[in-house]
């Protein structure tokens, strides 16, 4: 079964400073791969997705993410973290064949000191 | 226009008793999902309704759970019976069409306390 990783539960960064989120997949070939964001008492927003073509995506907020298929990997980067960027991110996947949920990955709490 | 919304906001109920919780989707989204949030957890996939097919229930938990969506509007998810480790946010995603490449796009979820 098809499954998602974040390895990092919580990650804390200065306000400023860069920012990668790791994401891992388990899937037996190339999935559609996302990443939310959650605010405190917020649903989860859209940053951004990857279907195909370019594996550099770029997002909403400044977000982008790398798609890595020789790493099963769909990381997170910001070049420059605010404080507004505090918040729990989720990745998660959604196969290729019939209409399926997405999995979603664990999250990683990202906290933003000044 | 207006996104999905769900009520209520906050429910505590005591163990044993039903509850039930809504979703309101985008107008037009044909897709309709819930999920489930519990503490320290990500989502975890519970219901899924596509127009006028048969919902996809592979997620539901236990039978105490069960939902219900008429044609393309609000959906109702009931719990039964409730236990304490039915405690979570309860999320409710909807989207134009539920092929590959069509977002979710979720509500705020409604957080369920069991006492």
């Known amino acids: 079964a098809q499954s998602v990783t974040q390895p990092d539960i919580h990650i804390t960064v200065s306000e400023g400073a860069s920012l990668e989120l790791r994401c891992n997949y388990s899937y037996g070939a190339t999935p559609y791969l996302f990443w939310y964001v959650q605010s405190p008492g917020q649903g989860l927003q859209l940053l951004l997705k990857y279907f195909s073509g370019d594996t550099l995506v770029q997002g909403i907020k400044g977000f982008e993410a790398e798609f890595k298929r020789s790493q099963s990997s769909f990381n997170l980067r910001k070049p420059s973290v605010h404080w507004s960027d505090a918040a729990e991110y989720f990745c998660a996947l959604k196969i290729l064949s019939g209409n399926t949920p997405l999995v979603f990955g664990k999250g990683t709490r990202l906290s933003v000191i000044a | 226009g207006a996104g999905v919304s769900q009520s209520p906001s906050n429910k505590v109920t005591e163990k044993g008793k039903d509850v039930e919780l809504r979703c309101d989707p985008i107008s037009g989204h044909t897709a309709l999902y819930w999920y489930r949030q519990r503490l320290g957890q990500g989502l975890e996939f519970l219901i899924y309704?596509?127009?006028?097919?048969?919902?996809?229930k592979s997620g539901l938990p236990s039978d105490r759970f069960s939902a219900e969506r008429t044609g393309e509007s609000v959906s109702t998810l009931t719990i039964q019976r409730t236990q304490q480790e039915d405690s979570a946010v309860y999320l409710c995603a909807s989207s134009p069409l539920a092929d590959h490449t069509d977002t979710q796009y979720f509500g705020p979820g409604t957080r369920l306390t069991v006492l």
């Open positions: 309704f596509q127009g006028n097919s048969a919902p996809d």
